[in-house]
């Protein structure tokens, strides 16, 4: 008899974590790694957040909090949204949770029923699969190749929405890609969207990481209306770095928020007061980091896109957000190395960790196994180093038919 359900039987770990684990165990081993491949960021929240943390460590009454959240956090959040042009909640649509993943999961868990659909762009972040596999959801994926610059079309979304579908999941800024949806771009997705019955859950994480915009466009901007029936995810992890901390923000109609409350209430209860008070200085005290956090990943990028650039084996469209390039590989496909043949991205990814020490994603885990992904928060001579080591895997890769006689036969 198993011990475990059956909608458990074929979930997996979070890849991206299982491997971050692998690589510190690596370096434990003594090995020189250079781990190109978690998107932690390269900073931590400023003093105030910790005065904050410790001034509610002294306050601390041991109580249960609510499970909604803390009245301070949750206005000091619709403050933000105001300040980016998004005024249309309530304290009563605003939810806490632990982190975006446990709210995106809670979502899931409430909106859908088993076997609904819900459109997901690919490239994506795995654990979109991995919940929705887990909460019963049916994933059809909106394919958005290298050669449209990982965005897809209104046409595309105009075609792919059926009797069937539930929800379309939307993250702009993207992971893994970086890509990032223009003003007018945004505006043609929402034209269509508005006319379309159908749930929307916007996955806002990277929102403060944009370059050469002056502004992020939410598909809210151009149809207010899709308040109605959007779900908005956003997440202090990411722009004030703060991912161990775990702290969610959700804006969504009455009735789901009224759902998320309850299932927190009945799993994680609450999120503790010293968190609560650390995000809520987060985001009351001074935002000059995103500025400055933006141009440090700004120029890391393209150091990044400039080391690519001269392999023809890669192409890489550019990418105006987050901490990430996504290049296609596909080029290096059927190229041998030390008598092995890359034969995709898995290949790829493990045959520069092992002969290089470089530790990059296989673009599979995110629905694009022409690919892989680059995370550049890493410190400027590390990002240096580990560009080196994978230039100079990308130039010993040699064409089968000078080879050939190193095969096996």
């Not at 009945?266 to 005290?285: C, R």
């Not at 390039?325 to 960790?353: E, K, M, N």
């Not at 599979?364 to 680059?374: A, K, V």
């Amino acid at each position: 008899m198993s011990a475990i359900s059956q909608r458990m039987a074929n979930v997996r770990a979070c890849p991206i974590l299982t491997i971050a684990q692998d690589i510190a165990g690596f370096k434990k081993q003594g090995k020189n790694i250079v781990d190109l491949s978690v998107g932690v960021p390269s900073f931590l929240p400023g003093q105030h957040v910790y005065d904050a943390a410790s001034k509610a460590l002294a306050a601390d009454s041991g109580c249960y909090g609510a499970s909604k959240g803390d009245e301070a956090l949750i206005r000091a959040y619709l403050a933000q949204l105001a300040v980016d042009g998004i005024d249309l909640y309530g304290e009563e649509n605003i939810v806490t949770g632990y982190g975006a993943k446990h709210l995106l999961f809670s979502v899931m868990f409430s909106l859908f029923n088993p076997g609904d659909e819900l459109l997901l762009p690919a490239p994506y972040w795995p654990s979109y699969i991995d919940i929705a596999d887990l909460t019963g959801v049916k994933v059809a994926t909106l394919a958005a190749p290298v050669s449209a610059d990982y965005k897809i079309t209104p046409t595309q979304l105009e075609q792919a929405i059926s009797p069937q579908t539930k929800a379309l999941l939307f993250n702009n800024p993207s992971n893994p890609t970086g890509a990032v949806y223009s003003k007018s771009e945004v505006a043609a997705l929402a034209e269509v969207l508005a006319i379309h019955q159908i749930w929307l859950i916007t996955d806002d994480v990277y929102n403060r990481f944009v370059f050469e915009q002056t502004e992020l466009s939410h598909l809210l901007h151009f149809e207010p209306q899709l308040a109605e029936r959007l779900v908005k995810i956003d997440s202090l992890s990411k722009s004030y770095g703060m991912p161990g901390w775990r702290i969610g923000m959700l804006a969504a109609p009455v009735e789901l928020t009224n759902a998320v409350i309850a299932l927190n209430s009945n799993s994680v209860s609450n999120i503790p007061q010293v968190v609560n008070q650390a995000a809520t200085a987060a985001l009351e005290g001074p935002q000059t980091i995103h500025q400055t956090m933006c141009k440090v990943y700004q120029d890391k990028r393209d150091i990044v896109l400039n080391a690519l650039a001269g392999y023809r084996e890669i192409r890489c469209p550019k990418p105006q957000g987050a901490f990430y390039v996504f290049p296609d590989i596909s080029g290096c496909y059927g190229r041998v190395f030390d008598g092995a043949v890359i034969a995709d991205d898995v290949t790829f990814a493990g045959q520069l960790l092992s002969s290089e020490g470089v530790a990059v994603l296989p673009g599979r885990l995110f629905g694009e196994p022409n690919s892989i992904r680059i995370s550049y928060t890493v410190e400027i001579e590390t990002l240096v180093e580990g560009l080196s080591r994978l230039g100079r895997f990308i130039s010993q890769l040699q064409d089968p038919l000078t080879t050939a006689w190193m095969l096996p036969k």
